[in-house]
Structures are given as C-alpha cells and as structure tokens.
C-alpha cells in the first residue's frame, strides 16, 4: 500500500504573485471576489427571510476559484458547475440581477425563475449549465471540448466541480474519453475538504486527486485555491495546453468552505473552530490583500467594494419587487 499524502491545504502557499499578474487582474479579480462573497452574503439573509425557495448551497470562502478561473478564460470557451455554482455565473459575467431573480423564482430570473439555485446558463457568458447531479458537470464539459475540437473553434470547456464528485464513476469515464480524444478539457476540482459530511481525506484514503488523475493521463497538479492569482495562473496553463492540442488538465484546488453544505446545515460533523481557522487562513478576500493586490492602495480596493455592494444590493431589491414566474 502507497502511504497516504497530504491533502492539500488552503492558504499554504506563501509563494509572490506570478510575474505575468498585472494590476489590471488584480482590479479584475477583486472586483470578483467581493461581487461573490457580497452576493452569497446577500443569498443567506434573503433565505433566511424566506424570499427564496427550497435550499441554497452557497460558495462562501471559494470565491477565488471561480473567479480565477473565469479571468483565465476567454470568449467562446464554455464552461458547466455544479450545485454550487452562483459565484461560477458572477465570475463569468452573469448579472447579479437576473442571477438573485432567478434564486426567488421571479419571471425576470436567469432562465426565467424555472431553474432557481441549481440549474443556471448564460450561455452567452460561457456559462452551459449548472446541474446538481453530483460529477455530471464533467461529462457536460467533456461533451462541450468534444464539440470545440469537432468545430476547431479554438476554445476549451472546464467544468468546475467538487472534490466527492471526483468518486463518480462518470467523472472516471469522461477523463478516459478526454485522455483517448485528447480533449480541450479543464476539470477544476473545488476541494473543500468535504462532500456533504464526508471527509475527502476519508473518501480518497488519503490519496491526493491530483495523483489520481495523473494516472489516467491527464496533466494534473494541485493549487492553494484561496489565491486567485495562483487559480489564474494553473487555468492559464492549462488552457493554453488544450488549445496547442495537448489534451485534458485536472487541477485540484484547496479551498475552504466557510458556511455549511447547505442552508439547512448545522454542520454537527465540524467544530466551530475549525471555520474560524479557515477564516483566518484561507479566505480569499484576505488573501487577496496579502498576496495578489499589486499596486492597488486600500482607498481602490474600498471602493471597488463599494460599487459592488451597491450592484448587489440593487439586484436584491429588484429581484424582491419582480413578479413571480407563477405555476
Ligand atoms: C449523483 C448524486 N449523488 C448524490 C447526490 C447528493 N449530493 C448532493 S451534493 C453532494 C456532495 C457533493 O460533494 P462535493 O462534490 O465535494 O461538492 P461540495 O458540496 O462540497 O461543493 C451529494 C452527495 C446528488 N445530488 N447527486
Ligand atoms: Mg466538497
């Protein structure tokens, strides 16, 4: 028996942004990162208000992926998520409008207030589909690579998903067929620690993601997720390899999952203090500050805040007073 690694842990990487990282980006991607944490915020006050239906499953503390990752991208490329996938949609684009509209069920919403939380596309944006069966945005995206390389658009798909996900055995059959056809294929793992309650250290066996992916061919590494300019950097080389024909790339972020699963979570399975650590370590925002901010002073990083705050706060008060989308 191979010993168990490490899993990777978010907010380790102490490494200087990379050289290519310009102030442009990182007005970019803070600009990203508080539009989604300010947006999650404003999704749990709403649910707990009883304004949205059902459950939400939202992605406090992995702004930095999504983000990253959809700087990293460029038109035409496509891109499917999961059950948690509102701030996959912001990153790319999508108006927080039409996105909180969509959460209440209100006719303005995304797709019409048919979808809710999980099933969202803005296919203009790159945004495919978001689905909530579990490993199913893998597949979606290996279809998507399949179709750009058929057309020869030049673009690639990514399918970001969850670190339990990667225990599908169709997640297992996309990366055989992406390795086979060589496909422009990104598939970013979400690793927060957890699927539901499980542990991934549990479910792997102590085994690193990554590893395992390397053994089905695919170029794999793994990346502190809570620096968005390192998300940045692993999507970039990445797609630059499926667009030179290189074939598929796994990358397995760290991130830390500062709320529950989901919005009905008592999170019995977790200690308080162990949120309280990942806030103080692996929140992107903080992070952002320490390590990716560039040349912006604290008085831009401020009101790049607040011209996010207000974005958000204006798409909950219209989403509020839109009509229903009724039976
Ligand atoms: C095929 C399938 N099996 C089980 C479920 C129930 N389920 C919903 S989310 C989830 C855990 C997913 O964990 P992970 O992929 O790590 O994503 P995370 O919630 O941590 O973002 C499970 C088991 C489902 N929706 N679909
Ligand atoms: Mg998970």
């Known amino acids: 028996m191979p010993a168990p690694t490490s899993q990777p842990t978010p907010g380790s990487d102490q490494t200087p942004a990379p050289n290519d990282w310009t102030d442009a980006c990182a007005r970019a991607a803070w600009a990203g990162l508080v539009r989604c944490r300010r947006f999650e915020d404003a999704v749990m006050d709403a649910w707990r208000a009883g304004d949205i239906p059902g ?14 990752a ?46 809710g939380s999980k099933h969202l596309s803005d296919p203009e944006r790159g945004l495919l589909a978001t689905n909530a069966i579990v490993g199913a945005s893998v597949p979606l995206a290996a279809g998507a690579a399949l179709s750009a390389k058929t057309r020869q658009t030049g673009g ?36 927060n620690g957890y699927a539901q309650t499980t542990a991934s250290a ?32 692993a999507v970039s080389r990445a797609a630059d390899r499926a667009r030179l024909g290189l074939g598929p790339s796994f990358i397995e972020a760290a991130v830390g999952r500062l709320e529950g699963f989901f919005s009905l979570d008592a999170q019995a ?59």
């Open 269 to 327: 399975y977790r200690g308080a203090d162990e949120v309280a650590r990942l806030r103080a370590a692996a929140c992107p925002l903080a992070r952002f500050r320490a390590k990716a901010r560039g040349g912006l002073d604290d008085a831009t990083l401020a009101a790049i805040e607040t011209d996010q705050a207000d974005a958000v706060d204006a798409a909950l008060a219209a989403a509020r007073a839109a009509p229903p989308a009724g039976p």
């Open 156 to 191: 690639v798909a990514l399918a970001f998903t969850g670190d339990g996900a990667t225990n599908q055995g169709a997640v297992f059959e996309a990366m055989v067929m992406a390795v086979a056809l060589a496909l422009p294929l990104i598939i970013l793992v979400e690793n």
């Open 55 to 68: 459950v939400v499953h939202v992605a406090t503390g992995q702004e930095a992926t999504a983000v990253g």
């Open 202 to 233: 549990y479910a792997s066996g102590g085994q690193s993601l990554a590893a395992r992916a390397r053994g089905f061919g695919l170029a794999a590494d793994t990346v502190d997720g809570s620096r968005v300019d390192l998300v940045w950097s």
């Open 70 to 115: 959809a700087l990293a991208l460029a038109p035409g490329d496509m891109v499917t998520s999961t059950h948690r996938g509102h701030g996959h949609a912001l990153a790319l684009g999508t108006d927080p409008t039409a996105l909180m509209a969509e959460l209440m069920g209100r006719r303005t919403g995304l797709v019409a207030g048919r979808g």
